[in-house]
């Protein structure tokens, strides 16, 4: 009887011009040991700005950017070319990441952009373990309905939310209320102007939800029928 295991494993493979692509190795386990099923890379499930740069024409793709704080998470969302920020989060644990999932539906997202710490020198911080298991348990949630998860690197982003707002003339009592928001557009902003390039998937361990993935959320009949 075949069981899966316990984990992925990240691999690189390389494209065309040479340019490594992360990839994860799906492995399932029997009796003689582990063998290598597959591997899902960035070319199968290519995040919203990696396509829209491919594909100037393509329609679809709204994406919820996260900014994953100890007491808040500030989110912002996308909508064509249309980027702003959205509501600051004071929940955490599943409270959180059900809300999370609730705002993606009713916003119509089919993945998530999830801020990931790194130093200046580009190294992970401890803060970054948090952040990858929250977005692994996401990534559970989204699968299940199709979505997808992935991590950005937000070095330098607080910063930079807190200087818009600032240009902006937002009053100090808006900038703390909002800065969070203002952090996770910094996140989109940054996710699109480098067309999705040096993002990394999030994959669950489910191989089952992994075919969901690949798959896609349903289709929305009415949003692409003059394709068809």
């Not at 065309?16 to 890379?41: D, E, H, L």
């Not at 580009?122 to 373990?129: D, F, I």
Request: net charge positive; with cysteine.
């Amino acid at each position: 009887m075949w069981t899966q295991h316990a984990a992925p494993q990240k691999l690189f493979l390389s494209s065309s011009n040479g340019a490594k692509i992360p990839s994860f190795a799906v492995t399932q386990k029997c009796k003689s040991g582990y063998m290598r099923v597959k591997a899902i890379t960035l070319d199968e499930l290519p995040p919203n700005a990696l396509r829209r740069n491919r594909e100037p024409q393509w329609r679809g793709g709204f994406s919820l950017g996260l900014d994953l704080g100890l007491a808040r998470t500030g989110l912002a969302l996308s909508k064509g070319f249309s980027i702003s920020p959205l509501t600051v989060l004071e929940l955490r644990g599943e409270k959180l990441e059900a809300k999370i999932i609730n705002i993606a539906g009713q916003e119509e997202v089919d993945e998530f952009i999830i801020g990931l710490p790194k130093s200046f020198d580009g190294k992970e911080t401890p803060q970054s373990n948090k952040v990858r298991s929250v977005a692994g348990r996401l990534a559970v949630r989204a699968a299940q309905r199709g979505w997808r998860v992935y991590l950005q690197n937000e070095h330098g982003t607080t910063t930079e939310a807190l200087d818009r707002m600032i240009n902006m003339g937002l009053s100090k009592s808006s900038q703390q209320k909002k800065l969070d928001a203002y952090a996770a557009m910094m996140v989109l902003e940054r996710y699109f102007s480098t067309s999705g390039q040096g993002t990394e998937l999030v994959l669950p361990k489910n191989l089952e939800l992994q075919a969901k993935l690949q798959r896609g959320p349903p289709k929305d009949v009415d949003f692409f029928s003059d394709e068809d």
